[in-house]
Every structure is written in structure tokens, then in C-alpha cells.
């Protein structure tokens, strides 16, 4: 249901949009969606350390998250909007 969503708010915006998955099972899903503004990564999006993003939306992420107050300090710090 998310995958869908994120297609739904590509065509309203006109930059592009990248979604990070660290499960495989999610990443393989993901990717048969990808379009031409609309892209996966298999990756952590903490550990990249030059990434930094105009808005970030973690979206069904905090809740499965063991210490969301952390997470949530970490997010700030790649994007301006989350």
C-alpha cells in the first residue's frame, strides 16, 4: 500500500523520489515498481553519509524501530523537512 502512495505523490511533485528498504523481501517488491522519477535502494540510508534529502517521510518505520527517539534525531539530520 505504501509502494502506491509514494507513486501517487511522484505525479504531484517534479523531482525525483528514492526510497531506502534494508529488507530484501520489500527491496524485490519495490523495485518492480520503479519508474523513471521513482527509485529504490537497498541500502541504510544512515549510513550513507553524503545523502541528505529536501523531505523525508518514514512512513510505518517508527513502530517497528527499538528506540524511535534516536531514530527520529538521526532522521533530522539528513533531510530540511521529515
Known amino acids: 500500500m505504501i509502494n502506491f502512495e509514494l507513486e501517487d505523490f511522484n505525479k504531484q511533485i517534479k523531482d525525483a523520489v528514492t526510497k531506502y528498504e534494508i529488507s530484501q523481501h520489500a527491496f524485490n517488491f519495490c523495485q518492480q515498481r520503479e519508474k523513471e522519477r521513482l527509485h529504490?535502494?537497498?541500502?541504510?540510508?544512515?549510513?550513507?553519509?553524503?545523502?541528505?534529502?529536501?523531505?523525508?517521510?518514514?512512513?510505518?518505520?517508527?513502530?517497528?524501530?527499538?528506540?524511535?527517539?534516536?531514530?527520529?534525531?538521526?532522521?533530522?539530520i539528513k533531510g530540511e523537512w521529515f
Open 40 to 76: 529504490y535502494k537497498m541500502d541504510n540510508v544512515f549510513e550513507e553519509s553524503s545523502s541528505y534529502f529536501d523531505l523525508i517521510m518514514a512512513i510505518d518505520v517508527v513502530e517497528h524501530v527499538e528506540n524511535c527517539f534516536e531514530f527520529l534525531r538521526n532522521l533530522k
